[in-house]
């Protein structure tokens, strides 16, 4: 049997093209247009390199060596590629025939160092008050999604996140592929896998949830929603797992909302629209919204508060705590912007009660019993 790291250094070797850029901690995305097209990612913005593969037959040869890798067929039957790379880098891989002119790949990277809140605060991503006011909303077991668009960093505010979560609690993480880097003691990953060619041996998102909730989970993290298991999930929430987290994409926070009633409606299980509304404003306490802006940093926008459905208009009603408000855009300068609280009482403030923790003054919320 090849030793682990000698198979992983041979990984890289077929990746030897673009190895400058894997190990380069500046560069956060590699995107490969086939074989003679590859763009790197720096502080949100692509640039065009000088690195190329020798033909379409070795881009093609470094990605069935990386599907061997994370136990994957890629073939003409199967030519879309979903893993990780030896380091943690997610690779998402087309080729022919479903990408005539490929392989396209996309090759997002991680940090060596796992994101704090206090380094999010530091480069204002996310502001001091908003982030006392999550440590809260955390400690006290809301359910909170984090949503953004592609590359935006959800996944990274999530590994942030869930550093907030007290040590004596068991967490369970269930992902398509793993990404999600908790530094917690009581942690368990687990990572769902596609059937072989006569589709035998499927593990789904959907099997793994099940299974979580006899794993004693004390929370539920999830490192995104993408479709049918967004209502288990939904039930987890309203039957006694509170403090889940998940990820999912969606622009604004209504559309959040939206989109999780449509993955929901994905699922087999045939529930009344009403029914799934009502279950959904009942589940989800808080979305944190994440955007990318035109300068390619990345900020909270929104930390907004899921109140009810109402039936009367057929709109979810939400408020926000939280709102990120834009400045004038300087010459040759960033976007100048800063998340500040709304100072709209929350109405989770019984759970927060409940757990004994306050919210910052400068949100204007006095809690009473509480502690900070």
């Not at 003679?36 to 593969?53: H, I, N, S």
């Amino acid at each position: 049997m090849i030793p682990d790291a000698v198979f992983n250094e041979s990984v890289f070797q077929f990746f030897n093209p673009i190895r400058q850029y894997l190990d380069d901690p500046t560069v956060t995305d590699i995107c490969i247009n086939g074989p003679f097209l590859v763009f790197v990612e720096r502080r949100g913005k692509l640039e065009l390199t000088d690195a190329r593969f020798e033909d379409r037959e070795a881009l093609v040869a470094a990605l069935r060596n990386c599907a061997q890798f994370v136990n994957k067929e890629l073939s003409d039957q199967r030519p879309i590629l979903e893993g990780r790379l030896p380091d943690g880098s997610r690779i998402e891989a087309i080729v022919p025939p479903a990408a005539p002119d490929g392989p396209h790949v996309s090759i997002r990277k991680f940090s060596k160092t796992a994101l704090t809140i206090e380094s999010l605060v530091a480069r204002d991503s996310l502001s001091a008050v908003a982030a006392e006011a999550l440590n809260a909303f955390i400690v006290a077991k809301l359910n909170i999604l984090v949503a953004g668009g592609t590359g935006t960093g959800k996944t990274s505010l999530l590994n942030a996140l869930s550093a907030l979560i007290p040590s004596d609690e068991r967490v369970v993480v269930i992902e398509d592929s793993k990404e999600v880097q908790l530094q917690h003691i009581d942690c368990v990953q687990l990572e769902a896998r596609p059937g072989d060619a006569k589709g035998r041996g499927a593990v789904t998102i959907r099997d793994l949830f099940r299974a979580t909730l006899r794993l004693r989970p004390d929370r539920i993290v999830v490192g995104e929603i993408r479709g049918g298991e967004a209502l288990e999930i939904l039930q987890a929430m309203t039957s006694g797992h509170g403090g889940c987290l998940a990820t999912l994409h969606a622009t604004y926070p209504r559309d959040t909302v939206t989109r999780l009633e449509t993955m929901a409606m994905m699922s087999d299980i045939d529930m009344p629209l009403a029914a799934l509304r009502s279950q959904i404003a009942s589940a989800v306490d808080l979305i944190v919204q994440v955007s990318r802006l035109r300068d390619g940093s990345r900020k909270v926008s929104h930390i907004s508060e899921v109140i009810r459905f109402d039936a009367a208009t057929g709109a979810y009603e939400l408020q926000d705590l939280f709102v990120r408000e834009y400045r004038s855009e300087g010459e040759g300068q960033g976007v100048e912007s800063e998340l500040v609280p709304t100072r709209a009482v929350p109405r989770c403030a019984e759970k927060l009660r409940e757990h004994g923790v306050t919210l910052p003054a400068e949100m204007g919320v006095a809690l009473r019993g509480g502690r900070r």
